[in-house]
């Protein structure tokens, strides 16, 4: 039996992401990654045991670490606005930072991998988010709205917004770079919105 070799499963790995961030999902396939990674499929085999526990796997390594950083400094007991702003500034960092796994994550999130991946990483991090608006509530820091609702205004202006970063113009056409004072005038919108 051949043994696992580390450095050739991160390969694996960064092309497999690379891969369908780049040529999409349907276009993703185990004698095409092989040769792009420069191994044979049986060493992919060593690693996976087809092409659905792959694309599950780094799908879910993705989702860890994306999930990690998004509570990076965060505690269900802070201010609404202190919590909310965290949020934001982890996940500005994670899709500027970790930009192809972020991309492949939003792929896969969208796919038919999508509900399973979701529920083997938000486990923890969904009671903590319910805990963190809950006590927000009781605070009278934030409105009662539907989840839906709040994440949609909580988040949704950031995602655009990051989404014209990507582009690197907004939808007229104009060069658009996420600046602070950008930032900060779509925070405090959001904040309003959602604060009594």
């Known amino acids: 039996m051949r043994t696992r070799d580390i450095n050739k499963e991160e390969i694996v790995k960064q092309k497999a992401i690379e891969m369908i961030v780049n040529q999409g999902i349907e276009g993703f396939g185990m004698n095409r990654l092989a040769k792009e990674c420069g191994i044979s499929v049986a060493t992919l085999y060593i ?12 799908g879910i390594e993705i989702g860890q670490n994306f999930f990690e950083k998004m509570f990076d400094g965060f505690s269900t007991d ?19 930072n970790f930009t192809l796994q972020a991309n492949c994550f939003e792929l896969l999130r969208h796919s038919t991998y999508g509900d399973a991946i979701i529920q083997e990483v938000t486990g923890e ?17 934030l409105i009662s709205v539907p989840y839906e609702v709040f994440w949609s205004i909580a988040y949704g202006s950031l995602y655009s917004l990051l989404e014209f970063h990507k582009d690197g113009k907004s939808m007229s056409g104009k060069s658009f770079v996420l600046k602070e004072e950008i930032k900060n005038e779509a925070f405090n919108l959001v904040l309003k919105a959602l604060t009594p």
């Open 47 to 58: 690693y996976y045991s087809d092409k659905e526990d792959l694309i599950r796997k780094i």
């Open 78 to 96: 802070m201010s609404f606005r202190d919590g909310l702003r965290n949020q934001w500034e982890n996940r500005i960092y994670f899709n500027q």
């Open 125 to 141: 991090y969904k009671q903590m988010m319910t805990d963190f608006m809950l006590s927000a509530i009781e605070r009278k820091e």
